[in-house]
Protein backbone atom coordinates (compact mmCIF):
# COMPACT_ATOMS: atom_id res chain seq x y z
CA UNK A 1 0.00 0.00 0.00
CA UNK A 2 1.41 2.82 -0.88
CA UNK A 3 -0.30 6.07 1.28
CA UNK A 4 0.50 9.91 1.39
CA UNK A 5 -1.29 13.58 2.90
CA UNK A 6 -2.61 16.01 1.08
CA UNK A 7 -2.72 18.60 3.95
CA UNK A 8 -4.68 21.45 4.06
CA UNK A 9 -5.51 24.84 5.98
CA UNK A 10 -9.23 24.79 7.03
CA UNK A 11 -11.10 26.71 9.72
CA UNK A 12 -11.52 24.72 12.61
CA UNK A 13 -13.03 25.97 16.52
CA UNK A 14 -9.99 26.37 18.46
CA UNK A 15 -11.84 27.05 21.99
CA UNK A 16 -14.16 24.29 22.93
CA UNK A 17 -14.89 24.97 26.65
CA UNK A 18 -16.61 22.54 28.94
CA UNK A 19 -20.14 24.72 28.53
CA UNK A 20 -19.66 24.03 24.53
CA UNK A 21 -20.34 27.48 23.94
CA UNK A 22 -19.97 28.31 20.35
CA UNK A 23 -16.69 28.89 19.86
CA UNK A 24 -14.68 31.59 17.20
CA UNK A 25 -13.21 29.87 13.96
CA UNK A 26 -9.83 30.13 13.74
CA UNK A 27 -7.53 29.76 10.60
CA UNK A 28 -4.32 28.58 10.75
CA UNK A 29 -1.94 30.96 9.81
CA UNK A 30 1.98 31.94 10.23
CA UNK A 31 0.96 34.34 12.80
CA UNK A 32 -1.47 33.97 15.49
CA UNK A 33 -4.95 35.86 15.71
CA UNK A 34 -4.73 38.72 18.32
CA UNK A 35 -6.90 37.57 20.60
CA UNK A 36 -4.32 34.43 20.60
CA UNK A 37 -1.11 37.51 20.92
CA UNK A 38 0.35 35.03 23.83
CA UNK A 39 -0.22 31.56 22.54
CA UNK A 40 2.68 29.65 20.92
CA UNK A 41 1.55 28.39 17.67
CA UNK A 42 2.65 25.08 15.66
CA UNK A 43 2.98 26.04 12.02
CA UNK A 44 6.10 24.23 11.10
CA UNK A 45 7.89 24.55 7.60
CA UNK A 46 9.71 22.00 5.82
CA UNK A 47 11.50 21.40 2.90
CA UNK A 48 9.76 19.34 0.00
CA UNK A 49 11.88 16.28 -1.28
CA UNK A 50 10.50 16.03 -4.62
CA UNK A 51 10.70 12.00 -4.61
CA UNK A 52 8.49 11.53 -1.22
CA UNK A 53 5.46 10.40 -0.84
CA UNK A 54 3.79 12.25 2.16
CA UNK A 55 3.68 16.08 3.04
CA UNK A 56 2.59 16.28 6.61
CA UNK A 57 3.02 20.10 7.62
CA UNK A 58 1.23 19.30 10.96
CA UNK A 59 4.15 17.68 12.21
CA UNK A 60 5.13 19.39 15.80
CA UNK A 61 8.68 20.62 15.78
CA UNK A 62 11.20 18.69 16.92
CA UNK A 63 14.04 20.04 19.14
CA UNK A 64 17.46 20.68 18.01
CA UNK A 65 20.25 18.99 19.52
CA UNK A 66 22.54 21.55 20.61
CA UNK A 67 26.51 21.58 19.74
CA UNK A 68 28.70 19.93 22.23
CA UNK A 69 30.11 23.48 22.62
CA UNK A 70 26.93 25.17 24.14
CA UNK A 71 25.89 22.10 26.35
CA UNK A 72 26.40 22.79 30.31
CA UNK A 73 27.82 20.62 32.39
CA UNK A 74 25.06 20.98 35.16
CA UNK A 75 25.44 18.66 38.68
CA UNK A 76 22.03 16.80 39.38
CA UNK A 77 20.50 17.81 42.34
CA UNK A 78 20.79 14.85 45.22
CA UNK A 79 18.07 12.82 46.90
CA UNK A 80 18.36 15.61 49.66
CA UNK A 81 18.56 18.67 47.36
CA UNK A 82 15.66 17.01 45.85
CA UNK A 83 13.64 16.79 48.93
CA UNK A 84 14.42 19.92 50.12
CA UNK A 85 13.35 22.24 46.82
CA UNK A 86 9.73 19.66 46.77
CA UNK A 87 9.28 20.91 50.39
CA UNK A 88 9.78 24.96 49.40
CA UNK A 89 7.65 24.42 46.49
CA UNK A 90 4.81 22.49 48.46
CA UNK A 91 5.37 25.06 51.41
CA UNK A 92 5.33 28.10 49.03
CA UNK A 93 3.58 31.15 50.19
CA UNK A 94 3.42 32.84 47.44
CA UNK A 95 -0.26 34.18 46.57
CA UNK A 96 -0.94 34.63 42.46
CA UNK A 97 -4.03 35.88 40.44
CA UNK A 98 -4.17 32.26 39.38
CA UNK A 99 -6.09 31.55 42.43
CA UNK A 100 -9.38 33.15 41.04
CA UNK A 101 -8.59 30.53 37.81
CA UNK A 102 -8.80 26.66 36.70
CA UNK A 103 -5.07 25.94 36.22
CA UNK A 104 -5.37 24.82 32.60
CA UNK A 105 -5.46 28.25 31.93
CA UNK A 106 -1.92 28.31 32.48
CA UNK A 107 -0.86 25.33 30.74
CA UNK A 108 0.76 26.15 27.17
CA UNK A 109 -1.59 25.71 24.72
CA UNK A 110 -1.17 25.90 21.24
CA UNK A 111 -3.69 26.37 18.01
CA UNK A 112 -5.06 22.89 16.55
CA UNK A 113 -4.76 22.17 13.05
CA UNK A 114 -6.54 19.64 10.39
CA UNK A 115 -5.25 17.40 7.70
CA UNK A 116 -5.85 15.16 5.11
CA UNK A 117 -4.79 11.22 5.23
CA UNK A 118 -4.97 9.27 1.67
CA UNK A 119 -4.97 5.11 2.39
CA UNK A 120 -4.54 3.25 -0.78
CA UNK A 121 -7.04 0.75 -0.49
CA UNK A 122 -7.14 -2.60 -3.20
CA UNK A 123 -11.09 -2.32 -3.03
CA UNK A 124 -12.67 0.30 -5.61
CA UNK A 125 -15.73 1.96 -3.86
CA UNK A 126 -18.34 3.78 -5.26
CA UNK A 127 -19.01 7.36 -3.52
CA UNK A 128 -19.84 11.10 -3.94
CA UNK A 129 -18.94 14.34 -2.94
CA UNK A 130 -22.37 15.31 -2.28
CA UNK A 131 -25.92 14.09 -2.44
CA UNK A 132 -26.40 15.66 -6.61
CA UNK A 133 -23.49 15.23 -7.58
CA UNK A 134 -22.47 11.65 -9.95
CA UNK A 135 -21.17 8.55 -8.40
CA UNK A 136 -17.42 8.08 -8.83
CA UNK A 137 -14.81 5.33 -8.05
CA UNK A 138 -12.18 4.93 -6.20
CA UNK A 139 -9.11 3.17 -4.65
CA UNK A 140 -8.14 6.52 -2.71
CA UNK A 141 -9.97 6.67 0.96
CA UNK A 142 -9.86 10.26 2.23
CA UNK A 143 -9.76 10.35 6.53
CA UNK A 144 -10.26 13.66 7.48
CA UNK A 145 -8.43 14.34 11.14
CA UNK A 146 -7.83 17.05 13.42
CA UNK A 147 -4.25 17.42 15.33
CA UNK A 148 -3.73 19.20 18.74
CA UNK A 149 -0.11 18.82 20.60
CA UNK A 150 2.22 20.81 22.38
CA UNK A 151 3.86 23.87 21.70
CA UNK A 152 7.20 24.47 20.11
CA UNK A 153 8.59 25.68 23.76
CA UNK A 154 7.41 22.88 25.36
CA UNK A 155 8.82 20.17 23.33
CA UNK A 156 11.79 21.98 23.49
CA UNK A 157 11.87 21.41 26.94
CA UNK A 158 14.15 18.12 26.80
CA UNK A 159 15.07 15.76 24.47
CA UNK A 160 12.28 13.58 24.71
CA UNK A 161 9.33 13.72 22.12
CA UNK A 162 6.14 14.04 23.01
CA UNK A 163 3.87 11.22 23.72
CA UNK A 164 1.35 10.08 20.57
CA UNK A 165 -1.98 9.79 21.45
CA UNK A 166 -4.74 8.23 18.53
CA UNK A 167 -8.37 9.11 19.59
CA UNK A 168 -11.20 7.01 17.80
CA UNK A 169 -15.11 8.04 18.21
CA UNK A 170 -18.01 5.61 18.60
CA UNK A 171 -20.15 5.05 15.82
CA UNK A 172 -23.08 7.53 15.51
CA UNK A 173 -20.17 10.85 16.34
CA UNK A 174 -17.13 11.70 14.66
CA UNK A 175 -13.94 13.41 15.60
CA UNK A 176 -15.53 16.25 16.71
CA UNK A 177 -16.82 14.62 20.10
CA UNK A 178 -13.04 14.30 20.52
CA UNK A 179 -12.30 18.43 20.67
CA UNK A 180 -12.50 19.39 23.94
CA UNK A 181 -10.70 16.55 25.30
CA UNK A 182 -8.12 17.45 22.70
CA UNK A 183 -7.87 20.93 24.08
CA UNK A 184 -7.06 19.57 27.44
CA UNK A 185 -4.83 17.08 26.65
CA UNK A 186 -2.71 18.90 24.08
CA UNK A 187 -0.40 20.61 26.13
CA UNK A 188 1.30 16.96 27.44
CA UNK A 189 0.83 14.78 24.50
CA UNK A 190 0.14 14.92 20.55
CA UNK A 191 -3.14 14.12 20.08
CA UNK A 192 -4.88 12.98 16.58
CA UNK A 193 -8.16 12.35 16.57
CA UNK A 194 -9.79 11.14 13.38
CA UNK A 195 -13.19 10.48 11.32
CA UNK A 196 -13.05 6.78 10.45
CA UNK A 197 -13.71 5.78 6.98
CA UNK A 198 -18.16 6.60 6.57
CA UNK A 199 -18.19 9.41 9.15
CA UNK A 200 -17.72 12.66 9.61
CA UNK A 201 -15.77 14.81 7.12
CA UNK A 202 -14.01 11.03 5.46
CA UNK A 203 -14.91 9.35 2.87
CA UNK A 204 -18.16 7.83 2.54
CA UNK A 205 -18.36 4.15 1.13
CA UNK A 206 -21.64 3.41 -0.45
CA UNK A 207 -20.65 0.36 -1.74
CA UNK A 208 -18.06 -1.52 -3.89
CA UNK A 209 -17.01 -0.89 -7.59
CA UNK A 210 -18.34 -4.33 -8.62
CA UNK A 211 -21.44 -4.85 -6.72
CA UNK A 212 -22.36 -5.50 -3.44
CA UNK A 213 -22.24 -3.23 0.12
CA UNK A 214 -18.84 -2.25 1.61
CA UNK A 215 -17.28 -4.81 4.10
CA UNK A 216 -17.61 -2.98 7.54
CA UNK A 217 -15.13 -4.95 9.84
CA UNK A 218 -13.69 -3.56 12.53
CA UNK A 219 -10.41 -4.47 11.05
CA UNK A 220 -10.92 -2.72 7.74
CA UNK A 221 -10.84 0.94 10.14
CA UNK A 222 -8.17 -0.39 11.78
CA UNK A 223 -5.39 -1.29 9.26
CA UNK A 224 -6.54 2.03 7.71
CA UNK A 225 -5.47 3.58 11.10
CA UNK A 226 -2.21 1.54 11.31
CA UNK A 227 -0.76 2.85 8.67
CA UNK A 228 -1.90 6.27 9.19
CA UNK A 229 0.19 5.97 11.92
CA UNK A 230 3.02 4.74 10.47
CA UNK A 231 2.60 7.87 8.27
CA UNK A 232 2.09 10.79 10.71
CA UNK A 233 4.50 9.24 13.31
CA UNK A 234 6.89 6.91 11.50
CA UNK A 235 8.45 4.50 13.31
CA UNK A 236 7.19 6.08 16.23
CA UNK A 237 5.18 4.27 19.30
CA UNK A 238 1.78 5.48 20.10
CA UNK A 239 -1.24 4.92 22.22
CA UNK A 240 -4.37 4.66 21.44
CA UNK A 241 -8.12 5.50 22.95
CA UNK A 242 -11.37 4.51 21.38
CA UNK A 243 -15.54 4.88 22.71
CA UNK A 244 -17.98 2.39 22.24
CA UNK A 245 -17.05 0.88 18.47
CA UNK A 246 -13.98 2.85 18.83
CA UNK A 247 -12.98 1.08 21.73
CA UNK A 248 -13.25 -2.13 19.85
CA UNK A 249 -11.00 -0.52 16.69
CA UNK A 250 -9.00 0.62 19.39
CA UNK A 251 -8.65 -3.64 20.40
CA UNK A 252 -7.89 -4.70 17.04
CA UNK A 253 -5.25 -2.16 16.28
CA UNK A 254 -3.56 -3.76 19.59
CA UNK A 255 -3.89 -7.30 17.92
CA UNK A 256 -2.20 -6.32 14.67
CA UNK A 257 0.02 -3.49 15.59
CA UNK A 258 3.81 -3.79 17.24
CA UNK A 259 4.29 -0.14 18.11
CA UNK A 260 1.27 0.20 20.19
CA UNK A 261 2.62 1.05 24.09
CA UNK A 262 -1.36 0.94 25.16
CA UNK A 263 -4.75 1.48 24.85
CA UNK A 264 -7.68 2.91 26.44
CA UNK A 265 -11.58 1.57 25.67
CA UNK A 266 -14.17 3.28 26.70
CA UNK A 267 -17.57 1.42 26.88
CA UNK A 268 -16.51 -0.95 24.86
CA UNK A 269 -19.57 -3.21 22.98
CA UNK A 270 -18.70 -6.24 25.58
CA UNK A 271 -17.88 -9.60 25.04
CA UNK A 272 -21.15 -11.19 24.45
CA UNK A 273 -22.02 -12.42 20.88
CA UNK A 274 -25.96 -11.42 22.01
CA UNK A 275 -24.65 -7.69 22.76
CA UNK A 276 -26.19 -6.74 19.21
CA UNK A 277 -28.66 -5.34 17.91
CA UNK A 278 -29.12 -3.55 21.34
CA UNK A 279 -32.17 -1.90 21.89
CA UNK A 280 -31.37 1.45 21.82
CA UNK A 281 -30.33 0.72 18.10
CA UNK A 282 -33.46 -1.03 16.86
CA UNK A 283 -34.75 2.63 15.13
CA UNK A 284 -31.48 2.26 13.26
CA UNK A 285 -31.73 -1.50 12.51
CA UNK A 286 -35.46 -1.83 10.98
CA UNK A 287 -34.39 0.52 8.34
CA UNK A 288 -31.91 -1.99 6.94
CA UNK A 289 -34.90 -2.95 4.68
CA UNK A 290 -34.47 0.85 2.66
CA UNK A 291 -33.53 -0.34 -0.66
CA UNK A 292 -33.09 3.45 -1.96
CA UNK A 293 -32.65 7.02 -1.27
CA UNK A 294 -35.80 8.17 -1.67
CA UNK A 295 -37.85 5.90 1.17
CA UNK A 296 -35.30 8.48 3.40
CA UNK A 297 -37.02 11.52 2.57
CA UNK A 298 -40.84 9.57 2.98
CA UNK A 299 -39.71 8.36 6.76
CA UNK A 300 -42.31 9.59 9.56
CA UNK A 301 -39.42 11.00 11.67
CA UNK A 302 -35.52 12.20 10.09
CA UNK A 303 -32.69 9.65 11.09
CA UNK A 304 -30.79 12.85 12.21
CA UNK A 305 -33.82 12.77 15.17
CA UNK A 306 -33.82 9.32 16.04
CA UNK A 307 -29.54 9.51 16.08
CA UNK A 308 -29.69 12.77 18.36
CA UNK A 309 -32.27 10.61 20.54
CA UNK A 310 -29.65 7.54 21.20
CA UNK A 311 -27.16 10.39 21.94
CA UNK A 312 -29.43 11.98 24.73
CA UNK A 313 -30.42 8.21 26.44
CA UNK A 314 -26.39 7.94 25.63
CA UNK A 315 -25.65 10.82 28.30
CA UNK A 316 -26.18 10.87 31.97
CA UNK A 317 -29.79 11.26 33.22
CA UNK A 318 -29.28 10.59 36.84
CA UNK A 319 -28.40 14.42 37.26
CA UNK A 320 -30.18 16.59 34.77
CA UNK A 321 -28.06 19.70 36.36
CA UNK A 322 -24.95 18.34 35.46
CA UNK A 323 -23.59 16.97 32.09
CA UNK A 324 -26.62 14.91 31.14
CA UNK A 325 -29.72 15.61 28.85
CA UNK A 326 -29.35 19.30 29.26
CA UNK A 327 -25.80 18.97 27.47
CA UNK A 328 -27.87 17.29 24.29
CA UNK A 329 -28.13 21.23 22.55
CA UNK A 330 -24.52 21.88 23.05
CA UNK A 331 -22.15 23.06 20.68
CA UNK A 332 -20.37 19.33 20.46
CA UNK A 333 -23.61 17.63 19.56
CA UNK A 334 -24.39 20.04 17.17
CA UNK A 335 -21.48 19.68 15.50
CA UNK A 336 -21.42 16.07 15.82
CA UNK A 337 -25.18 16.23 14.16
CA UNK A 338 -24.35 17.87 11.24
CA UNK A 339 -22.88 15.05 9.26
CA UNK A 340 -26.74 13.82 9.42
CA UNK A 341 -28.14 16.36 7.11
CA UNK A 342 -26.53 14.28 4.04
CA UNK A 343 -28.02 11.04 2.79
CA UNK A 344 -24.86 9.00 2.27
CA UNK A 345 -23.99 9.62 5.95
CA UNK A 346 -27.84 8.16 6.79
CA UNK A 347 -26.96 5.36 4.69
CA UNK A 348 -23.46 4.54 6.03
CA UNK A 349 -25.04 3.83 9.76
CA UNK A 350 -27.35 1.85 8.41
CA UNK A 351 -25.08 -0.46 6.44
CA UNK A 352 -23.05 -0.69 9.39
CA UNK A 353 -25.68 -1.58 11.45
CA UNK A 354 -26.47 -3.94 9.12
CA UNK A 355 -23.01 -4.92 8.97
CA UNK A 356 -22.57 -5.52 12.67
CA UNK A 357 -25.78 -7.69 13.46
CA UNK A 358 -24.72 -9.87 10.94
CA UNK A 359 -21.28 -10.33 12.14
CA UNK A 360 -21.67 -9.67 15.86
CA UNK A 361 -18.74 -12.19 17.37
CA UNK A 362 -16.12 -9.98 16.04
CA UNK A 363 -14.92 -8.85 19.66
CA UNK A 364 -14.64 -12.51 20.28
CA UNK A 365 -11.41 -14.82 19.60
CA UNK A 366 -10.71 -15.78 16.09
CA UNK A 367 -11.55 -19.47 15.60
CA UNK A 368 -12.54 -21.95 13.32
CA UNK A 369 -16.60 -21.28 13.77
CA UNK A 370 -15.08 -17.75 14.12
CA UNK A 371 -13.12 -16.79 11.25
CA UNK A 372 -13.65 -12.91 11.93
CA UNK A 373 -12.87 -12.59 15.22
CA UNK A 374 -10.01 -11.36 16.89
CA UNK A 375 -6.40 -12.30 17.60
CA UNK A 376 -6.67 -12.08 21.17
CA UNK A 377 -2.89 -13.75 21.65
CA UNK A 378 -1.15 -10.46 20.16
CA UNK A 379 -2.69 -8.32 22.32
CA UNK A 380 -0.19 -7.97 24.61
CA UNK A 381 -0.19 -4.14 24.94
CA UNK A 382 -1.05 -2.38 28.09
CA UNK A 383 -5.15 -1.85 28.43
CA UNK A 384 -7.64 0.15 30.92
CA UNK A 385 -11.14 -0.50 30.33
CA UNK A 386 -13.53 2.40 31.82
CA UNK A 387 -16.95 1.81 32.53
CA UNK A 388 -20.10 4.35 33.43
CA UNK A 389 -22.31 3.21 35.30
CA UNK A 390 -25.01 5.09 34.07
CA UNK A 391 -24.12 3.66 30.70
CA UNK A 392 -27.55 1.96 28.84
CA UNK A 393 -26.36 1.04 25.19
CA UNK A 394 -23.67 -1.46 26.79
CA UNK A 395 -23.30 -3.12 29.97
CA UNK A 396 -20.72 -1.90 32.56
CA UNK A 397 -20.21 -5.07 34.39
CA UNK A 398 -19.24 -6.50 31.02
CA UNK A 399 -15.60 -4.48 31.84
CA UNK A 400 -14.42 -7.46 34.90
CA UNK A 401 -14.13 -10.09 31.67
CA UNK A 402 -11.62 -8.54 29.59
CA UNK A 403 -8.55 -9.09 31.98
CA UNK A 404 -9.25 -12.84 31.77
CA UNK A 405 -9.77 -12.65 28.32
CA UNK A 406 -6.99 -10.37 26.66
CA UNK A 407 -4.80 -12.92 28.49
CA UNK A 408 -1.27 -11.39 27.70
CA UNK A 409 -2.36 -7.95 28.41
CA UNK A 410 -1.85 -6.03 31.73
CA UNK A 411 -5.63 -5.35 31.73
CA UNK A 412 -6.94 -2.36 34.45
CA UNK A 413 -10.34 -1.18 34.82
CA UNK A 414 -12.00 2.29 36.41
CA UNK A 415 -15.46 2.41 37.16
CA UNK A 416 -17.52 5.99 36.90
CA UNK A 417 -20.68 5.79 38.54
CA UNK A 418 -22.20 8.76 37.68
CA UNK A 419 -20.79 8.67 33.44
CA UNK A 420 -22.67 7.54 30.39
CA UNK A 421 -22.36 6.19 27.53
CA UNK A 422 -20.67 9.36 25.89
CA UNK A 423 -18.44 9.84 28.44
CA UNK A 424 -15.83 11.71 26.60
CA UNK A 425 -18.27 14.28 25.81
CA UNK A 426 -20.43 13.92 29.23
CA UNK A 427 -16.63 14.94 31.16
CA UNK A 428 -13.93 15.69 29.72
CA UNK A 429 -11.88 16.49 31.83
CA UNK A 430 -12.03 13.46 34.10
CA UNK A 431 -11.36 11.52 30.71
CA UNK A 432 -8.50 13.51 29.76
CA UNK A 433 -6.98 13.38 33.47
CA UNK A 434 -7.52 9.43 33.23
CA UNK A 435 -5.33 9.70 29.90
CA UNK A 436 -3.00 11.40 31.54
CA UNK A 437 -2.62 9.48 34.43
CA UNK A 438 -2.40 6.30 32.15
CA UNK A 439 0.32 7.60 29.57
CA UNK A 440 2.16 9.35 32.80
CA UNK A 441 2.12 5.23 34.42
CA UNK A 442 3.19 4.11 31.63
CA UNK A 443 5.90 6.18 30.13
CA UNK A 444 7.14 8.06 33.12
CA UNK A 445 6.25 11.59 34.75
CA UNK A 446 8.86 13.06 32.82
CA UNK A 447 6.82 11.79 29.25
CA UNK A 448 4.94 14.78 29.43
CA UNK A 449 5.48 17.90 27.98
CA UNK A 450 3.91 20.30 30.45
CA UNK A 451 3.83 20.08 34.44
CA UNK A 452 -0.22 17.90 34.88
CA UNK A 453 -1.12 19.62 38.59
CA UNK A 454 -4.85 18.90 37.67
CA UNK A 455 -7.31 21.53 35.85
CA UNK A 456 -9.42 23.18 38.74
CA UNK A 457 -6.46 23.98 41.04
CA UNK A 458 -4.88 23.09 43.98
CA UNK A 459 -6.76 26.49 46.01
CA UNK A 460 -3.44 27.47 47.27
CA UNK A 461 -3.35 30.74 44.55
CA UNK A 462 0.41 29.53 43.24
CA UNK A 463 -0.45 27.10 40.66
CA UNK A 464 1.38 29.30 38.18
CA UNK A 465 4.72 29.25 40.00
CA UNK A 466 3.89 25.28 40.79
CA UNK A 467 3.76 24.21 37.59
CA UNK A 468 6.70 26.79 36.36
CA UNK A 469 8.78 24.99 39.73
CA UNK A 470 7.67 21.42 38.54
CA UNK A 471 8.84 21.91 34.89
CA UNK A 472 12.17 23.12 35.77
CA UNK A 473 12.77 20.45 38.26
CA UNK A 474 11.55 17.26 36.34
CA UNK A 475 10.89 18.53 32.87
CA UNK A 476 14.16 20.75 31.51
CA UNK A 477 16.91 18.60 30.24
CA UNK A 478 19.87 19.18 32.79
Known amino acids: MSLFFDNRTTPIPIELGEDRSPPPLQTLTTQPPSSLAMTPLIVPTRPIDEQALLTITTEPIMPKEKPEEEKKEESKLTTEELNQTIFNLLT ?10 ETWNYYSLTNPSEGEFIWK ?3 PIIYREKCDDNWLSTTNYRLIYSRWGPSEKS ?8 EKVLLIHDALDSRKSWWCTQKLLSPFVDTVSIDLLGSGDSIKPRGLDQGGKFPWFFKAHAMSLIDF ?31 LKGFIMINPPGLSKDIFPEMHYLDFYHLRNIQNDDQFSK ?5 SSKARDVFIMGLTSSDIGHSGRDNADSNTIKLIMKQYMKIDRQRVLIDQINHLSENPMQCLPKTSQNPNGLEIENIKAPCLIISGGNDIIYPSE ?34 SETIIDFVREK ?16 SQGNERSMINDIKSLFLTEN
Not at 155 to 162: C, I, P, T
Not at 299 to 303: A, G, I, R, T
Not at 443 to 458: M, R, V
Open 92 to 101: SEKQEISCAC
Open 443 to 458: SGPSCLKDAFIGFLGS
Open 398 to 431: QRNLYPWVYYNSQVETSYFRDLGHFAHIEDPKLI
Open 155 to 162: LNLNKKSA
Open 299 to 303: LPVCL
Open 229 to 259: TKTIWPGEEFYVVGAGWGAQIAATIASMSDK
Open 121 to 123: SDL
